[in-house]
């Protein structure tokens, strides 16, 4: 199976097919993604949350990224895959972009970038696409900017708020991004900007009329130490019980010596014991 690609994407959304994106940050992950046949899959520097436990996606790196798509893009060779810039990667000159985004597609086997941001950005989206980089915008709710948006909040829900976003998502149309991810934007905001726009919306709690979706592994799947309920995230299977309910009988089972059983030992022949306890 061939992997999608950002001209195919941008036919989906004429034809009105959804396109279906998730995260995954490591192996089993994101083999089990392809499995399960999803289009896209995001390296996302959510993963300084939900599997490197910082309380944030700021202290995530270009070489926490490259490890982490690595591992991805060795899993899953038939799927799209985006690696995110992380914070404080591609603000500076576009030499510094440059090397980090040669890293994670070069060595990180990424198929494109995502960048959070909006007219800020659009020059280096440009440059990007001149040198043969797809580049998926991101606005709405921008969690490397949490320290200047002050919290994790809906965006989008006055006219000024929508008209913002509304630009935002031309200009970054306009320099050359081949889609825009939609973060906790309103649905009526979302709605519009999908329609306004020839590429591909994808949107996370950005409602129903998004040209696609996307979650958090950890969410959807609920395998997480500090699982909080979203509004916005669907959970489609509770992992994280199931795992601590298996690695609590395993403990138990190890102490009782019930584990482990005569089916999972190996036995030597008979000369053995005579040579380890004498005849
Ligand atoms: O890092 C991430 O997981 C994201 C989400 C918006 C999907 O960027
Ligand atoms: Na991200």
């Known amino acids: 199976k061939q992997a999608l690609n950002i001209v195919k994407m941008k036919k989906m ?32 520097d959510s993963l300084g949350n939900v599997v490197l436990g910082y309380d944030s996606t700021l202290p995530v790196t270009i070489d926490d990224m490259v490890y982490h798509t690595r591992s ?10 985006l690696a995110d810039m992380p914070f404080m990667t591609y603000h500076g000159s576009i030499d510094e972009t440059l090397r980090g985004v040669r890293r994670l ?12 941001g909006g007219l800020e950005i659009c020059s280096t989206v440009s440059a990007l696409a001149a040198a043969g980089v797809p580049v998926m915008g991101h606005i709405g709710l921008t969690p490397q900017s949490v320290n200047m948006i002050g919290g994790y909040r809906i965006q989008g829900k006055d006219a000024k708020d929508a008209q913002r976003l509304m630009d935002e998502a031309l200009a970054l149309e306009a320099a050359g991004a081949f889609a825009i991810l939609l973060e906790l934007v309103t649905e009526e905001v979302a709605a519009a900007i999908s329609k306004a726009l020839s590429i591909p919306t994808i ?23 500090d699982y909080r309920e979203k509004r916005f995230v669907k959970t489609y299977a509770d992992i994280g019980s199931l795992i601590r ?33 004498g005849a």
């Open 13 to 44: 959304k004429t034809e009105g097919v959804p396109l279906s994106m998730l995260t995954a940050y490591d192996y089993p992950s994101a083999r089990l993604a392809e499995e399960a046949g999803i289009d896209l899959i995001l390296v996302g």
């Open 72 to 81: 991805v893009t060795r899993a899953a060779q038939h799927t799209f895959i």
């Open 105 to 116: 597609m070069q060595e990180g086997g990424a198929h494109a970038v995502k960048m959070e």
């Open 203 to 225: 949107g996370i709690g950005a409602g129903r009329y998004c040209d696609g979706q996307v979650l958090v592994y950890h969410d959807l799947l609920r395998y997480t130490a």
């Open 245 to 277: 309910e298996g690695i609590s009988q395993y403990v138990q089972e190890v102490k009782q010596r019930t584990f482990p059983e005569e089916s999972h030992v190996f036995g030597a022949d008979e000369s053995v014991l005579e040579s380890l306890y």
